[in-house]
């Protein structure tokens, strides 16, 4: 089970994949920003309408050779 994303402030979304994955098993990126977006927009904190924002996704990378995702972030400004 993956572990809960920190409080992050409105507008942000992080998503942290389960650890038990074996080191070095591909993963799918996109799956983890996307679950990252949605938090974000859960988490969006605007009134109700239409804006017009742009969106900037990260992530924490630990590096142990190889490396390894630990966070998605998603961001709208």
Do not use: C
């Not at 389960?18 to 080191?23: A, H, I, S």
């Not at 859960?42 to 966070?71: C, H, W």
Request: net charge negative; proline share 12%.
């Amino acid at each position: 089970m993956a572990s809960e994303p920190p409080l992050l402030p409105p507008g942000t979304g992080a998503y942290r994949p389960d650890r038990d994955t074996e080191p070095g098993a591909p993963r799918d990126h996109m799956q983890g920003w996307n679950i990252a977006i949605q938090n974000a927009l859960d988490n969006i904190g605007r009134a109700p309408g239409r804006y017009d924002m742009t969106v900037v996704l990260s992530a924490t990378v630990l590096i142990e050779n190889p490396g390894n995702v630990i966070e998605y972030l998603a961001k709208f400004s």
